[in-house]
């Protein structure tokens, strides 16, 4: 399950991240609404969380763009702005639901799971490429009867990678997305997490790879014969 966050508070949209992840859920944390429409215009999620206050692009405007688009993803509203005709303004515009700051961390989590169940058939549960499927809610690369399972930080770099076959992404693009920008980790743990899911599709006989593109990055790829 893939959520996105849209936060401008740093420290906040920070605390929601870990508490996701501590849930088993992949989280993408932006700070701004272009960002947000950004993300979501190249990404499927099953939840998105939005703040209504964000620079560039507030709130409430990310999201009649999101169902202007015609995309039914459940949509949840976080503002420190409690009062009714509020609330109204954000339900009547399609969000799903509406949680006021401040909030129990129990509450957002159980919140974010509730509207997750009702989205199950959204987003696809399995991924495939060549012979190889990604099983997105055991965390598992599966080929012929061979599986692997992968730990959070794989899963993310290898749904991305799925999800996106044949596209390069650099070093620093993967280091983003699936570390995030206040992110202490050293460039290098892209290369090797890289390796990491290389060896695992080895293990399962996979007819796809990841490629090293000089200079560029990396791209996932079928097997050359």
């Known amino acids: 399950m893939r959520i996105l966050i849209a936060e401008d508070e740093a420290e906040l949209a920070k605390g929601l991240k870990f508490l996701l992840e501590k849930n088993k859920f992949t989280v993408d944390v932006v700070y701004d609404g272009a960002e947000a429409l950004a993300y979501f215009g190249c990404t499927a999620y099953d939840v998105v969380v939005l703040d209504i206050m964000m620079p560039k692009i507030n709130g409430l405007e990310v999201l009649k763009q999101i169902r202007e688009s015609g995309s ?36 957002f989590v159980a919140r974010v799971k509730a509207l997750s169940r009702r989205n199950e058939g ?43 076959p044949r596209m390069v992404f650099s070093s620093a693009h993967l280091m983003d997305k699936i570390w995030g920008q206040d992110s202490s980790a050293d460039m290098n743990v892209v290369w090797t997490y890289v390796g990491f899911i290389r060896r695992k599709l080895k293990q399962i006989d996979a007819d796809i790879e990841i490629k090293t593109v000089r200079g560029a990055g990396y791209s996932l790829e079928v097997c050359e014969e």
Do not use: H
């Not at 005709?85 to 700051?101: F, S, T």
């Not at 495939?128 to 992968?150: A, T």
């Open 72 to 107: 039914g993803v459940p949509i949840m509203m976080l503002t420190a702005r409690a009062e009714i005709e509020d609330r109204v303004i954000g339900l009547e515009a399609g969000a799903d639901d509406y949680l006021p700051k401040p909030f129990a961390s129990r509450e």
């Open 122 to 164: 959204y987003t696809q549960s399995c991924l495939s490429y060549g012979r190889v499927q990604l099983d997105c809610r055991r965390y598992e690369l599966i080929c012929g009867g061979k599986k692997e399972r992968l730990n959070n930080k794989e899963f993310q770099l290898m749904e991305l990678l799925i999800r996106n």
